[in-house]
T-cell receptor, first 114, second 111 residues
């Protein structure tokens, strides 16, 4: 089944403890992206990747890192999480970047930072 | 800078009533516009895109460049339409193509 998967789905952690949220897609998509969803703010893009080894900042990149070593994987890294990073995170992928290309979303990861 | 505005956080209608979810955008070029939907406990998914000029689940959306709007409409709301709806714009920026979402409108269809 063609899909985007994320792990973990739920995570509660403490301030400063490094964590990684994995994202994987099996559709051979070139473009991948991370968003955070907050009440009243909608979806805001954190980072995106046009292809392997090509990443760039979105609208809210502070406090996050990403890597794209393989086409199918695009992990989101929080080196030192803080409470303001408590949010619902979505990974998405599309065949190509932008234009009319549909983005396929993962199921989301709910992160709580205490 | 590109921007998408959805003025209503919550829209409540009765079953069978018409629905219009508003979306206005700001973009200097020719935008590609989308509506995404998120049903309860499900992932975000594409509902429709303006270039397709299609009707999905009874919903339509027309791009009005003069009013810079892309409102989502359905003549008769159904209970299963209750969901969160996001308008999104894909446009060229200095760094390439960027997809910008609005803040979303929660549609509640009441019996």
């Amino acid at each position: 089944e063609a899909q985007v998967t994320q792990n973990p789905r739920y995570l509660i952690t403490v301030t400063g403890k490094k964590l990684t949220v994995t994202c994987s897609q099996n559709m051979n998509h070139e473009y991948m992206s991370w968003y955070r969803q907050d009440p009243g703010l909608g979806l805001r893009q954190i980072y995106y990747s046009m292809n392997v080894e090509v990443t760039d900042k979105g609208d809210v990149p502070e406090g996050y890192k990403v890597s794209r070593k393989e086409k199918r994987n695009f992990p989101l890294i929080l080196e030192s999480p803080s409470p303001n990073q408590t949010s619902l995170y979505f990974c998405a992928s599309s065949f190509l970047a932008g234009g009319i290309n549909e983005q396929f979303f993962g199921p989301g990861t709910r992160l709580t930072v205490l | 800078a590109q921007r998408v505005t959805q003025p209503e956080k919550l829209l409540s209608v009765f079953k069978g009533a018409p629905v219009e979810l508003k979306c206005n955008y700001s973009y200097s070029g020719s935008p590609e516009l989308f509506w995404y939907v998120q049903y309860s406990r499900q992932r975000l998914q594409l509902l429709l895109r303006h270039i397709s000029r299609e009707s999905i689940k009874g919903f339509t959306a027309d791009l009005n460049k003069g009013e810079t709007s892309f409102h989502l409409k359905k003549p008769f709301a159904q209970e299963e339409d209750s969901a969160m709806y996001y308008c999104a714009l894909s446009g060229l920026t200095g760094g390439g193509n960027k997809l910008t979402f609005g803040t979303g409108t929660q549609l509640k269809v009441e019996l």
